[in-house]
């Protein structure tokens, strides 16, 4: 069975720091996982998607992602967050015939 | 091009009222997903369609709640006899195929307020 787990419901950074969104997941196969943002009163977008071509993924916006399979982990980061990254993160893993399973989100708020 | 749309964008409903929500998917995408976003359960799979085959409804969470796609496009959420349990965001989503890999779009979702 897959599943994930987003480590912290709530991260808070300074504009111009660095983000780090973290995720963990479980799957008795090589998985598919994706990043998607929603912004207030916005649909999901998808940031970034690892589909086993390359460990680490380069997605919109600055963000990227590392596939670290020793670590079932796939922890979202981004060098230097800007106000308009505000929003709230899904980690999300594909359970074949392209279902999604989300996790719980991570809300992300950046001070000036 | 034109993204999924969903409509009403917001709807308030007494309970014991039946609702249907609809969706438009991006043209000449295949599969066809519904989920719903609620604070206590999050982002949950509910059914999604794929072509001309059977729809997977392994998602639903009772018998008062069924979907239809019609023609491969448009398709219909309906929920029978409302309870307040129900009120929460209902997202539709499209993509191209339902393998593994490919990306899922989103609409910007319906919320249903169950009074």
């Known amino acids: 069975a897959q599943s994930v787990t987003q480590l912290d419901s709530h991260v808070s950074v300074s504009e111009g720091t660095p983000v780090l969104l973290r995720c963990n997941y479980s799957?008795?196969?090589?998985?598919?996982l994706f990043w998607y943002v929603q912004h207030p009163n916005k649909g999901l977008q998808l940031l970034l998607k690892y589909t086993s071509a390359a460990t680490l993924v380069k997605g919109i916006n600055g963000f990227e992602a590392e596939f670290k399979k020793s670590e079932t982990s796939f922890h979202l980061t981004k060098p230097s967050a800007h106000m308009s990254d505000a929003a709230e993160y899904f980690c999300?893993?594909?359970?074949?015939?392209?279902?999604?399973?989300f996790g719980k989100g991570t809300k992300l708020s950046v001070k000036p | 091009g034109a993204g999924v749309s969903q409509s009403p964008s917001n709807k308030v409903t007494e309970k014991g009222k039946d609702v249907e929500l609809r969706c438009d998917p991006i043209s000449g995408h295949t599969a066809l997903y519904w989920y719903r976003q609620s604070l206590g359960q999050g982002l949950e799979f509910l059914i999604y369609f794929q072509g001309n085959s059977a729809p997977d409804k392994s998602g639903l969470p009772s018998d008062r709640f069924s979907a239809e796609r019609t023609g491969g496009s448009v398709s219909t959420l309906t929920i029978q006899r409302t309870q307040q349990e129900d009120s929460a965001v209902y997202l539709c989503?499209?993509?191209?195929?339902?393998?593994?890999?490919?990306?899922?779009?989103f609409g910007p979702g319906t919320r249903l307020t169950v009074t």
């Open positions: 989503a499209s993509s191209r195929r339902t393998d593994q890999v490919t990306e899922q779009y």
């Open positions: 999300v893993v594909s359970r074949g015939q392209g279902n999604l399973i």
């Open positions: 799957s008795s196969y090589s998985p598919s």
